[in-house]
């Protein structure tokens, strides 16, 4: 069974840090990783997507890695703002399947 | 393209009544997905869809859950009788096959009282 962790469960850094969430991964046969935002309330908004075959993709001050092999993947937020606050969360679809397993989160708050 | 479209956002029902929730997926997606969200327990998938047709109902707590897809572009996920403990966000998401990532409706919030 895929089971998938994110480290911290939250973080609050100063305006302007720049910061990384981790998310690992207990089964490597997946599709695709896919990092999410959710805004307290509101629904997820999708940030990156990574192919199974790939290493890395980027957004503008967004960066996501990832590590199959390890069963690991970083985001890396650059020059965090105080409207980057809000929940983050990793999600893995499986290779036997096409179901989409989520982390716990990491809720991240950026004070000014 | 307007996104997933659930409907109503929220909802307050007394315990023991029928609630039904409404999915349209993005159009040419052909799987579907409802999800629920809770602080205790995160997200959970229910069930998913394949063109129509449903594939994996393990996650579906009780036999008080059903879920119909009657065509491409509709689903409802059904509860009854409802009770206090589904209380919790319903979010239905869609996607194409393989390679592509999930899109998510602004999801159903659930009171059962």
């Known amino acids: 069974k895929q089971e998938v962790t994110q480290i911290p469960a939250a973080l609050s850094v100063p305006e302007g840090e720049n910061l990384v969430l981790n998310c690992s991964f207990t089964?490597?046969?997946?599709?695709?990783l896919q990092w999410f935002r959710q805004d307290p309330g509101k629904g997820l908004t999708s940030l990156l997507l990574i192919q199974s075959s790939q290493r890395e993709q980027t957004s503008g001050r967004l960066n996501a890695s990832l590590d199959k092999s390890s069963g690991r993947s970083t985001l890396y937020i650059a020059a965090s703002q105080p409207g980057d606050s809000a929940t983050y969360l990793c999600?893995?679809?499986?290779?036997?399947?096409?179901?989409?397993?989520f982390g716990t989160g990491t809720q991240l708050k950026v004070e000014l | 393209d307007a996104g997933v479209i659930q409907s109503p956002r929220h909802e307050v029902t007394e315990m023991g009544q029928e609630v039904t929730l409404r999915c349209k997926p993005i159009s040419g997606h052909d799987y579907l997905f409802w999800y629920r969200q809770t602080m205790m327990r995160g997200l959970e998938l229910l069930i998913y869809f394949n063109n129509n047709v449903p594939i994996d109902d393990s996650g579906m707590p009780e036999d008080r859950f059903s879920a119909k897809m009657p065509n491409a572009s509709f689903s409802t996920l059904k509860i009854q009788p409802s009770e206090p403990r589904d209380s919790a966000v319903y979010f239905c998401a869609s996607s194409s096959d393989g390679n592509y990532g999930y899109t998510f409706g602004s999801g159903t919030r659930l009171t059962v009282v």
């Open positions: 089964d490597s046969a997946i599709y695709n």
């Open positions: 999600a893995v679809r499986a290779g036997g399947g096409n179901k989409l397993t």
